[in-house]
């Protein structure tokens, strides 16, 4: 029985893979083949794309609340000992922060290597500048304090997801703490974690249809002209991106566990692809804790506090945008940062990352925190925020792959790996 639900679960993972580079086909010939009219632009792209994309990340977004708060609960409540929920709880909070400041200082180097901002045409930046102006960007003093929750149902309600994850992780010590005299509330929580995975695996059914609509509609409007002019900005991303997630990632990976990094990445590529197609890190919460429990033998006692936790504030992919785009506006304006500068954008970036919603494009609000903190103009943003969608989904799919080194890194310290589901050979669908 088991064997065909995991055949199932290949089957799905190619579809969505399938799907996602038909979307990316679809829309290409949308965009240069296709002569504009109504029929294109109104029905096609922003009528059906449109309405069956967004309606698929709206599904997903329903299940985030209940999921992560449920996930939370039963993680640290299965946990059980406050000293080992505390020991996992440290080791993951310095491991993401630790990437995170290692993200920035890599995307700080491949900006002053590549020099996207040099010779550029200042004209253009004004664009979106008025776009720009709308976003806000909380100070640092407020981005600590609102990780306590002055009310827990409002956290709920508005999806403040590290408000949520605080108010989780005390239910689930007290819970765990107070033991059979809460048992049915612990009940409670276990069966509804379960009913929140059924709902999940549901809606992931839809996967392959919601991942075609958004990368399609996607391609028919940006093409590939909108990338030229920025492509220097765009290869630096990608280049520190890729040095994250391939070099620092597996290295971590190899150094801590000794397990072979290919064959890490090789399980775990259907989950980056899903993350690049819809662009949000909740999404992709339940498929990468279902995957690295089938697949990599990690415990979900683990997986189920530490991946919605990574999901949080483990945005490594973010801050390597913003490292570059720091580089790129200080050379387009022609603005000299001091050695005493890099550091605080590394600070900053590091701490900007810590509750930053895992929904697509957030970034650039956060962006705003980071250049105000060195003295950069805005009005920057603007021109990045042409080819942001694209560079949003390459950097999800990298935070993602971060959360799940992570959580197998914490496992493999606390006895929670099984290395024979890990070498273990993948059946074909």
């Not at 690049?276 to 189920?304: Q, R, Y």
């Not at 959580?407 to 273990?424: G, P, Y």
Request: glycine fraction near 8%.
């Amino acid at each position: 029985m088991s064997n065909t639900k995991e055949k199932k679960k290949m089957g799905l993972t190619t579809k969505i893979f399938i799907s996602l580079l038909a979307g990316a086909l679809f829309g290409v010939i949308l965009c240069y083949l296709v002569p504009k009219s109504s029929i294109k632009d109104d029905v096609i792209v922003e009528g059906i794309l449109y309405v069956i994309g967004q309606g698929f990340i709206r599904l997903m977004k329903m299940l985030v609340v209940p999921l992560v708060f449920c996930s939370i609960v039963c993680g640290s409540m299965s946990i059980g000992d406050t000293k080992k929920l505390g020991t996992v709880g440290v080791r993951t909070l310095v491991f993401y922060l630790f990437t995170t400041a290692v993200a920035v200082t890599v995307a700080l180097s491949v900006g002053n290597l590549i020099n996207p901002g040099k010779g550029l045409d200042m004209s253009s930046i004004q664009q979106n500048a008025a776009e720009v102006e709308s976003m806000k960007a909380t100070t640092l003093t407020e981005t600590l304090l609102n990780i306590i929750p002055d009310n827990p149902l409002n956290a709920l309600a508005n999806g403040t997801m590290l408000q949520i994850i605080v108010f989780a992780l005390i239910v689930g010590v007290i819970l765990a703490k107070l033991g059979e005299r809460t048992e049915t509330v612990s009940n409670f929580f276990s069966q509804f974690n379960d009913i929140m995975m059924e709902m999940t695996m549901m809606v992931m059914g839809l996967a392959p249809i919601g991942v075609f609509c958004l990368i399609a509609r996607t391609f028919a409007n940006i093409g590939f002209s909108a990338f030229i002019p920025l492509a220097k900005y765009m290869i630096g991303v990608l280049l520190a991106l890729a040095l994250q997630c391939f070099v620092v990632y597996l290295g971590l990976l190899k150094g801590f566990t000794g397990l072979n990094p290919f064959k890490f990445i090789k399980k775990f590529f259907p989950v980056m692809a899903f993350a690049f197609s819809t662009a949000t890190s909740n999404a992709t919460i339940p498929l990468s804790i279902d995957t690295l429990s089938k697949k990599m033998g990690v415990s979900k006692k683990i997986s189920s506090f530490t991946i919605p936790l990574g999901a949080t504030i483990n945005m490594d992919g973010t801050a390597i945008m913003q490292g570059v785009a720091v580089v790129f506006a200080a050379q387009a304006f022609g603005i000299h940062l001091s050695l005493t500068d890099y550091v605080t954008v590394i600070g900053t970036a590091t701490l900007a990352s810590i509750g930053t919603a895992g929904v697509p494009s957030v970034g650039l609000v956060t962006l705003t925190m980071v250049f105000n903190s060195v003295g950069l103009p805005v009005e920057a943003i603007g021109l990045i925020m042409g080819i942001d969608r694209i560079l949003d989904m390459t950097r999800t799919a990298v935070n993602i792959t971060g959360d799940a080194v992570c959580t197998t890194i914490v496992a493999h310290q606390n006895k929670a790996l099984d290395r024979e589901i890990f070498n273990k050979k993948e059946e074909k669908a």
